[in-house]
């Protein structure tokens, strides 16, 4: 079965530092990962995915993700936070074919102190 | 172009009662589906409908019925309410019946139970 484990609940970063938050998933067979994100009030809006072509994946408003199947991870990162960043990240794991669940981690809460 | 739409946005319930969350997607979607967030668990996944005149039970069904009444909507019923079932409830849809691809979302729909 799929699952996906985000580590720390909340993320506190200076603006201009670098965002890392952190994802390892759970999967049966090679994945589809994806990283959403959630302004307040709002419903959750893809960042970018991996979808078994290049490992670094790029998405928008500058952030990426590496997938390292040696470590089952997926982590986002982003070289300078800026305030708008504010938000919370959610990471998440789909068998792909065959598979209609997407699994969700817990989320993280990033804070982004001026 | 409006995506994904939900209603109600917010609703308050007493313990018993029945209601009925509409969601419905302009996208020409194949898929649709309905998750419920609640803090430090993420989403997860209630009902989903790989397509029309489908229906399938995800993580969390019990005390949830749901409908697809065409391609473009899918409801979610609670016929008895529970203090439990308080929680940010989203549709979404997606397009690819393998779900490889991105999750379009609603912006939520507020329960309360009392």
């Known amino acids: 079965a799929q699952s996906v484990t985000q580590l720390g609940s909340h993320v506190s970063v200076s603006e201009g530092a670098l965002v890392l938050l952190r994802c390892n998933y759970s999967?049966?067979?090679?994945?589809?990962l994806f990283w959403y994100v959630q302004y307040p009030n709002q419903g959750l809006q893809l960042l970018l995915k991996?979808?078994?072509?290049?490992?670094l994946v790029k998405g928008i408003n500058g952030f990426e993700a590496e997938f390292k199947k040696s470590e089952t991870s997926f982590h986002l990162t982003k070289p300078s936070a800026h305030m708008s960043d504010a938000a919370e990240y959610f990471c998440a794991v789909s068998e792909g074919t065959g598979g209609f669940k997407t699994i969700f981690g817990a989320g993280t809460r990033l804070f982004v102190k001026a | 172009n409006a995506g994904v739409t939900q209603t109600p946005k917010f609703q308050v319930l007493k313990t018993g009662q029945s209601m009925t969350l509409q969601c419905a997607q302009d996208m020409n979607h194949n898929s649709m589906y309905w998750y419920r967030q609640d803090p430090g668990m993420g989403l997860r996944l209630i009902y989903y409908s790989a397509s029309e005149g489908t229906t399938d039970k995800g993580e969390v069904p019990n005390g949830y019925n749901v409908s697809r009444l065409n391609k473009r909507e899918f409801s979610l019923r609670l016929e008895s309410a529970a203090p439990s079932q308080t929680s940010v409830y989203f549709c979404?849809?997606?397009?690819?019946?393998?779900?490889?691809?991105?999750?379009?979302f609603g912006e939520g729909s507020r329960l309360t139970v009392l």
């Open positions: 979404a849809s997606n397009i690819l019946a393998a779900n490889t691809g991105e999750l379009f």
């Open positions: 999967s049966s067979v090679p994945p589809y």
């Open positions: 991996y979808t078994s072509a290049a490992t």
